[in-house]
C-alpha cells in the first residue's frame, strides 16, 4: 500500500500529523528513509535507537553508521540477551563502535524489549525545531517486517518526544524516570493498565457499557488475568486476540461469560500489540512493545503510546474489527 508521495519527506509529513504504518502491508523501506532523512538533515543533533534484533548486514545498523561517519551524534542502546541474536548483536554492536557511535550495552538483571528511535533536533542558530519520535511494536529488521504484522507511529507531539528523551536517559542511568505520556514497563505500564480497566468496570456499573479488546501474543500475568476476570465479572465485554499462550480460562461460569478468546493463524506472523478501552463515546487505543507477561510487565522495559489522531484511531480500530469478525483462520478458545 502507498501511504506517502514517493517525493514527500516524512520528516514533512510527520511535522504536519502522526503517521502510522502496519507492516508488512506498508513498506518497512519508509523507516529506512526516516533515518536517512535524519542523516542528511543539518539540523539532526542526535540519533537514539534501541537494538533487540535486527538483520543480518542490516540496513538499519548501515544507515546509523553513516549517519556517525556524517558527524552526526549517535546514541545506540545493545541488548545483548535478545534470544537467539546474542551473537548479531554483538558484532553490529561492534561494528557501530568502530565507526564512533555510543553503545550501551545491556543492563544488567533487565532485557530491553522496546523497539524505539529518536531523532533530536536543533537550528543552525540554535533554535528549538521539532524532534521525531518513533515507537514500534516490532523490530528494526527489514527481513521479518516482511513476514510480521507490526504497527509502528512517528510522532513530533512534544510530550512523547520528552517521554523518549527520558527514556534514553534512564537507560544510561542518568535519572529517575517520570513520564507523563508513554506507558513503560517497570515504570507506569501497570498502574495506568489498571486505572483504564477500572474505568470500564465503573462504566459497566453504572449501565453504561463497558468495553476492552487486548490483541497481543501471549497473556500470562497473574495479576492482569485477575483484573480481567474483574472486569468480566462486572459486566466488561471483554475480546482477547491472543496468538500464542492464554492463560484465561474462557467460558468459566459467573466470571468469565463477558470474555471471549481467539487466535489468529495467517499469512503472517500477527506480532502487533493493540490495546483498546472503550468508553461508550471514546476509544482509548494504544500500541505497544510487550504483552501480559510477567516477563514484560517486571522483567522488562517495554513502551507503548496513545494513538491519538482520529484517522489513525479508527485504522486501528478497523484492524481490531476485521480480526474479530475472521471466520476462516481464526481459532476461538473453549472452556
Given amino acids: 500500500l502507498t501511504i506517502l508521495d514517493e517525493k514527500e519527506a516524512i520528516f514533512n509529513y510527520v511535522a504536519k500529523k502522526d503517521l502510522l504504518l502496519y507492516y508488512p502491508y506498508h513498506s518497512f523501506e519508509h523507516f529506512i528513509h526516516f533515518l536517512y532523512e535524519a542523516v542528511h538533515n543539518p539540523e539532526t543533533r542526535e540519533i537514539m535507537v534501541t537494538q533487540y534484533r535486527v538483520a543480518e548486514n542490516s540496513a538499519v545498523i548501515n544507515t546509523l553508521i553513516a549517519a556517525a561517519q556524517n558527524g552526526k551524534k549517535v546514541t545506540v542502546f545493545v541488548e545483548l540477551k535478545a534470544r537467539f541474536d546474542e551473537e548479531n548483536n554483538l558484532a553490529t554492536a561492534e561494528m557501530m563502535q568502530a565507526a564512533g557511535i555510543k553503545i550501551i550495552y545491556s543492563i544488567p538483571g533487565l532485557k530491553v524489549h522496546a523497539k524505539v528511535a529518536l531523532v533530536r533536533r536543533r537550528g543552525q542558530n540554535g533554535e528549538k525545531l521539532p524532534s521525531y519520535a518513533y515507537i514500534s511494536t516490532g523490530n528494526f529488521n527489514e527481513k521479518t517486517a516482511t513476514l510480521y504484522a507490526d504497527c509502528g507511529l512517528f510522532t513530533c507531539r512534544k510530550e512523547i518526544v520528552n517521554d523518549l528523551s527520558t527514556r534514553f536517559r534512564t537507560l544510561q542511568g542518568k535519572e529517575d524516570p517520570k513520564f507523563t505520556t508513554l506507558l513503560v514497563a517497570r515504570f507506569n505500564l501497570i498502574p495506568e493498565l489498571n486505572r483504564l480497566i477500572d474505568r470500564e468496570i465503573s462504566l459497566a456499573d453504572q449501565g453504561k457499557g463497558g468495553r476492552i479488546i487486548l490483541k497481543m501474543n501471549a497473556l500470562q500475568d497473574p495479576a492482569m488475568i485477575d483484573r480481567l476476570y474483574e472486569a468480566s465479572e462486572h459486566g466488561v465485554q471483554i475480546d482477547l486476540i491472543v496468538r500464542g499462550i492464554c492463560c484465561v480460562r474462557a467460558g468459566v461460569p459467573g466470571k468469565t461469560e463477558n470474555l471471549h478468546i481467539r487466535s489468529l493463524v495467517g ?61 476462516v483462520n481464526a481459532r476461538e478458545m473453549q472452556p
Fill in 267 to 327: 499469512r503472517y506472523l500477527e506480532h502487533g500489540r493493540i490495546y483498546s478501552f472503550y468508553d461508550g463515546v471514546n476509544t482509548r487505543i494504544y500500541i505497544a512493545s510487550g504483552d501480559f507477561l510477567t516477563r514484560n510487565t517486571e522483567c522488562r522495559v517495554e513502551v507503548g503510546v496513545r494513538v491519538e489522531d482520529p484517522v489513525l484511531k479508527e485504522k486501528l480500530d478497523s484492524i481490531l474489527r476485521l480480526q474479530l469478525s475472521d471466520n
